[in-house]
């Protein structure tokens, strides 16, 4: 029996191209079997130029503006109720955005109570003198752990 043998340089560089040889014959034909494009299209952007515009005279401003007399309408009804629990001697008047809503004795002449406040306090230092300190107390039940039950009042 002959001696079967080669160099292994050979045998190294034989079976380098044969794996070679798979791999191009595998990578053809898995691009073929391949359905994404190679060179997908893009769509042209838009005109940036082109800006969208309601013109002034349109059907499609017309909702905001009614819509906000309705919702006027009925805030003015629910203000009805309120209205009619006010006595004949004080005034209410109620506007939006300058529109008047609701206006009861809105012309009376009234003494404002920040005015009011200011005559009680000229008088409470008169009274009392500049060294008097009012005394603030807190009564209430306290709980367990320090927990307020029920109401506190402030005297």
Not at 121 to 142: E, I, R
């Amino acid at each position: 029996m002959g001696k079967r043998g080669g160099s292994p340089v050979i045998v190294a560089t034989s079976v380098a191209i044969v794996v070679g040889m798979a791999l191009a014959v595998l990578w053809q034909w898995s691009e073929t079997r391949s359905t994404v494009d190679a060179d997908p299209t893009i769509a042209a952007p838009a005109d940036p130029r082109i800006a969208l515009a309601t013109p002034v005279l349109s059907l499609r401003r017309t909702p905001g503006l009614l819509a906000r007399q309705l919702n006027l309408d009925d805030f003015a009804a629910e203000l009805g109720a309120v209205v009619d629990d006010i006595d004949a001697s004080s005034c209410l008047s109620v506007s939006v955005d300058g529109q008047t809503v609701v206006a009861h004795n809105a012309s009376a002449p009234v003494v404002p109570a920040s005015t009011m406040k200011l005559i009680v306090a000229a008088v409470a230092l008169d009274v009392l003198g500049p060294g008097y300190q009012f005394t603030t107390s807190v009564n209430g039940v306290v709980g367990a752990e320090g927990v307020v039950e029920g109401d506190l009042t402030l005297l």
